[in-house]
């Protein structure tokens, strides 16, 4: 039976390269998961943990549902000013009080010009949050713009070997939780 995953873009460009390399997963991966791709992470409203009761905004419910409905998740980024997207880290804050992360089965691939320091400040709050990801599903492509074609193909050996090493790994995860 194939898992349920929810694919979150870091970026909120139309055409991203993180929205490519999620593409290229989907690809890869369409004999394993079903995978939902968020759309809606530039509408989710500032995080205040004010409005964080029983009238929070439907939008955030939303999301809320989709990561407590999900078998796992993968998050592909790209790295801000050394850094995460402000709106990625604004939709994963609505789930601190919630826990959505907690034990959840999580990929992170951080896919940007350099995409260190984002990478590592990113991994620290999905594992402050709980969230299960190890060595084996977290990846990390710099130059990433020329290791994927507009057509979602990853075009880089080394590249695609790594993306297929996360995906066993990220499978097996999934598996044993």
Sequence with gaps: MKKNILAISGSTRLHSTNLNFIKAFIDLTSDLFNIEVFVGISELPHFNPDLDNEHVSHLVNDFRKLIRAADGILICTPEYAMGVP???????????????FNKKPTALITASTMGEKGHSSLLETLKILDATISNETQL????????INPDNKIINEETFLEMQHLISAFNKLISSN
């Excluded at 402000?86 to 959505?100: P, Q, R």
């Excluded at 990390?140 to 290791?147: D, E, G, P, R």
């Design 140 to 147: 990390l492509i710099s130059l990433a713009k020329t290791k």
């Design 86 to 100: 402000g709106t990625l880290k604004n939709a994963i804050d609505w789930t601190v009080s919630s826990c959505e």
